[in-house]
């Protein structure tokens, strides 16, 4: 199996969910035997190619200097097509392309038609689903044209939740048997390597002995619902005062969450910690007693596995695919979206328990060893590749 695979995002250069995603399973679909040309950009530089056994990295070196995101994004495109011409030229034949969301699906589109190669796409998150059902401006409608012609040229699309699997079906008309659903998963070791040891100086560095620390990491965006957690904390400590609440990441809204805190007299009991390192993430996550996401709009929700991986009990909003990975009562617990009360009974419950929540805990760890482990997902995505070359060898094109 020979795959030209397209990113946005590859390791060093991540920036959310999707580099995420791809960073874990590239190396789960090498270990399957897939070998895979995977064509990402990166910041202006030199091109580079990296060749690790099955893997080989083609990095682009792109410009930021278009204000437009969409322009960009097209202009990017062309820039990728035409290493990936190459590499196809160079490298080929391949089996199949697999492009991630839309941001290279132009390139991918391209290719697809030129080599008649067949396409398959991971959608990750669509910008209606964004938007909660609409599109408020220009720049959605374009986005959202962009994925609706990506799903309309795939062969096969896969999505990470069932939840999403209605997305694409409302939003982008994507027929229900040309969907595989295939859960994104969690490397447990970075944490694991965490678990028992001596952590009481990062434990300070938050809070102070005396109190429970109530953590959340994510982009600072209203559909993460940082401002949510900020409002809930006024209900937790009129019951539990010694409660520390520390906000990890930065985005757009950070200067909105940090007047609202001051607005709301919680500047001794609220922290915002800015951007962290993945490293110092994880730190937080062991010494924490309650991590909190109170996502507005989530089609997965891998921050709940890190947290999950971690051993830390789990509070998040009852959307998306959220409540597929959260099981409540079992897992960890759902919440009303968009009410601060809610999350405050949320976390109340979380830290008032803490045997139920050692419970929960264990669940959630069993899931991750099981449901969210990157092998199974990658024979599963292995699965639906030779699907695709299996049924292109009755298709002349």
């Not at 915002?272 to 989530?298: K, M, Q, T």
Request: contains cysteine; proline residues 5%.
């Amino acid at each position: 199996m020979r795959v030209l695979m397209l990113s946005w995002e590859y390791p060093p250069f991540v920036v959310g969910g999707l580099g995420k995603a791809v960073a874990e399973l590239v190396p789960a679909l090498v270990e399957c035997g897939v070998q895979i040309h995977l064509v990402t950009s990166v910041p202006e530089g030199t091109p580079s190619v990296e060749n690790d056994g099955l893997l080989t990295v083609h990095r682009i070196p792109t410009p930021n200097t278009i204000d437009d995101f969409y322009q960009r994004a097209e202009y990017i495109n062309e820039l990728l097509y035409n290493a990936s011409e190459q590499i196809v030229r160079m490298y080929g034949p391949f089996d199949l392309v697999h492009t991630h969301d839309w941001l290279t699906s132009f390139a991918a589109i391209r290719l697809k038609n030129a080599f008649h190669l067949p396409l398959l796409a991971t959608i990750h998150a669509t910008e209606r689903g964004r938007g909660h059902g609409t599109l408020g401006s220009e720049m959605a409608q374009r986005v959202n044209s962009a994925e609706w012609q990506l799903a309309y040229e795939s062969w096969r699309v896969i999505c990470c939740t069932e939840y999403m699997r209605q997305e694409l079906m409302d939003y982008l008309q994507v027929p229900n048997d040309k969907i595989d659903v295939i859960y994104n998963g969690i490397d447990p070791a970075p944490f694991a390597v965490l678990y028992g040891t001596d952590l009481a100086e990062v434990r300070l560095r938050y809070a102070n002995p005396s109190e429970k620390l109530v953590f959340f990491v994510g982009r600072m965006v209203s559909e993460k619902g940082a401002a949510i957690l900020v409002r809930s904390a006024v209900h937790v400590l009129n019951l539990m005062p010694n409660v520390r609440f520390v906000l990890a990441g930065r985005g757009p809204e950070l200067s909105y969450v940090q007047s609202l805190i001051h607005e709301l007299w919680l500047d001794r009991h609220v922290m915002l910690a800015g951007f962290i390192s993945d490293e110092e993430r994880n730190r937080i996550f062991a010494v924490s007693d309650c991590a909190v996401f109170p996502s507005l709009y989530e089609p997965f929700g891998i921050v709940a596995l890190e947290a999950m991986a971690a051993r830390v009990p789990v509070v998040v909003s009852d959307v998306g695919g959220l409540k597929e990975v959260v099981k409540h009562g079992e897992t960890g617990i759902t919440i009303y979206p968009n009410s601060p009360e809610s999350c405050a009974w949320g976390i109340l419950h979380t830290l008032q328990h803490p045997e139920w929540a050692t419970q929960r805990v264990e669940n959630a760890y069993r899931e991750v060893l099981t449901t969210y482990n990157w092998k199974r997902i990658a024979e599963q995505t292995r699965a639906v590749m030779e699907r695709i070359t299996a049924e292109r060898r009755f298709v002349s094109w």
